[in-house]
Structures are given as C-alpha cells and as structure tokens.
Nanobody, 109 residues
Framework: HVQLVESGGGSAQVGGSLRLSCSAS??????MAWFRQAPGQKREAVAA????????MYHDSVKGRFTISRSEDKNTLHLQMNALESEDTGRYYC?????WGQGTQVTVS
C-alpha cells in the first residue's frame, strides 16, 4: 500500500499562483497524475506525467497555466498553478494507480 500526501493548497486570488506537492511513501515507478473535483462535479484529470518525466499531458483548460513535474527520485509530484481562474477551485487529488491521496483544497476568488 502506498500513501500519497498532498500539500500546498489554499486560497488565491484570480491571476495568482499556488504550488501543490504530493509525496509518495514508496517508490512511485509509474505515471502519476493530478485530478480535481469541484462541488457537484465529477473528478477530472488535470495533468499527468510519465515515470521519467519526459512526457506530460494536460487538460485543455489548464494548458499554458499549469506545469506538472516530479522529483529526481520520482516520489514527489508537483503541480505549479499560475494565472489561476475561479474555475480552478476544487479539491485536488494525487493519483498513483491504484492509490489516491486525501486531496488538498484550492479556492480561487
């Protein structure tokens, strides 16, 4: 069992920035991803990154604003969020199949 612990959420103004991190308790030797879920909405994938970090994918709504990355030891995942919009509000979850983190809240107003 791998524990995923997110941090870095909070409140930001429209146009501001936040940086999320996710620490895995064991070797994360596969792709990882960030998901988010707004109130009353389905959980959706925001960004994903391969094990080595050479390939990334983004939801269309965050392209050019968010950057996903991971540490050299592969076990820490980051999401740099710039030019935040109110639509980015939601709970952000770290994903390493088949595990989920507990999520961290992001509120943009």
């Amino acid at each position: 069992h791998v524990q995923l612990v997110e941090s870095g959420g909070g409140s930001a103004q429209v146009g501001g920035s936040l940086r999320l991190s996710c620490s895995a308790s064991a070797d994360a030797l596969m792709y990882m991803a960030w998901f988010r879920q707004a109130p009353g909405q389905k959980r959706e994938a925001v960004a994903a990154i391969t094990t080595g970090g050479s390939s990334t994918m983004y939801h269309d709504s965050v392209k050019g604003r968010f950057t996903i990355s991971r540490s050299e030891d592969k076990n820490t995942l980051h999401l740099q969020m710039n030019a935040l919009e109110s639509e980015d509000t939601g709970r952000y979850y770290c994903r390493l199949l088949p595990f989920w983190g507990q999520g961290t809240q992001v509120t943009v107003s």
